[in-house]
Structure formats: structure tokens, C-alpha cells
Nanobody, 125 residues
Framework: QLQLVESGGGLVQPGGSLRLSCGAP????????IGWFRQPPGKEREAVSC????????YYADSVKGRFTISRDNARNKVYLQMNSLRPEDTAVYYC??????????????????WGRGTQVTVSS
């Protein structure tokens, strides 16, 4: 059973950066579409950025375009979410998710079969 593990969250000041990492010990992620989702306090979980398993296609929510970058390192079997110019509204629990789907990266949560437990990101001065 694929188990995803997120890391890299923490407390950062506005304008700062964090890099989240998603890994799956014992499994290869290069055949999976990967999505990063987040759930702000008191709100529903939303898609942040997704990466195709096949053509490298990406999706970014409008709120993070130009600030966040999703990438895959097959040698390390990791998918990263580089988050720059962080804002207080980026505060949330961030989850990575994986799915075998091919083609454009799915952004609907129900498509993803595997989820990590999340990592907290807090942006505050």
C-alpha cells in the first residue's frame, strides 16, 4: 500500500520561503500524478498545484501562480513544492496526494487514491 509522507512545513514570516517534500518509502513515484492540496483553518481543502505523471504538465491555483513551483526528482523519488513570497493566507495544512491517472494532472480531490497525513505551514510575523 502506497504511503505518502510530507515534510518541510513550519513557521515562516511573510515573504519567506519553504520547500515541502513528498515521498513514498519503498515505492516509486514517477508513474503517479501528484497533487498538493491545502486546508486553511476553518475552510475546505483546496488544490494548490498538481503534476502530471506523463507529460510534465502542471496546474497551479490562481492564488499561488508565480510564487509556488511543483517539481519531481525521480532520482530521490520525491515531489517538491517550492513556496516563495509566502503570505499569511497561505497558512494551512498541506497534503500531497498520488494517483495513477495519465494525461493532464487531475485537480479534483476525489480522483486521488493515496494521501499523506499533511504538514502544517504557518505564515506569521
Amino acid at each position: 500500500q502506497l504511503q505518502l509522507v510530507e515534510s518541510g512545513g513550519g513557521l515562516v514570516q511573510p515573504g519567506g520561503s519553504l520547500r515541502l517534500s513528498c515521498g513514498a518509502p519503498g515505492f516509486t513515484l514517477d508513474n503517479y500524478a501528484i497533487g498538493w492540496f491545502r486546508q486553511p483553518p476553518g475552510k475546505e481543502r483546496e488544490a494548490v498545484s498538481c503534476l502530471s505523471s506523463t507529460d510534465g504538465g502542471t496546474y497551479y491555483a490562481d492564488s499561488v501562480k508565480g510564487r509556488f513551483t511543483i517539481s519531481r526528482d525521480n532520482a530521490r523519488n520525491k515531489v517538491y513544492l517550492q513556496m516563495n513570497s509566502l503570505r499569511p493566507e497561505d497558512t494551512a495544512v498541506y497534503y500531497c496526494a498520488a494517483d495513477h491517472s495519465q494525461g493532464p494532472p487531475p485537480i479534483q480531490q476525489y480522483i486521488y487514491d493515496y494521501w499523506g497525513r499533511g504538514t502544517q505551514v504557518t505564515v506569521s510575523s
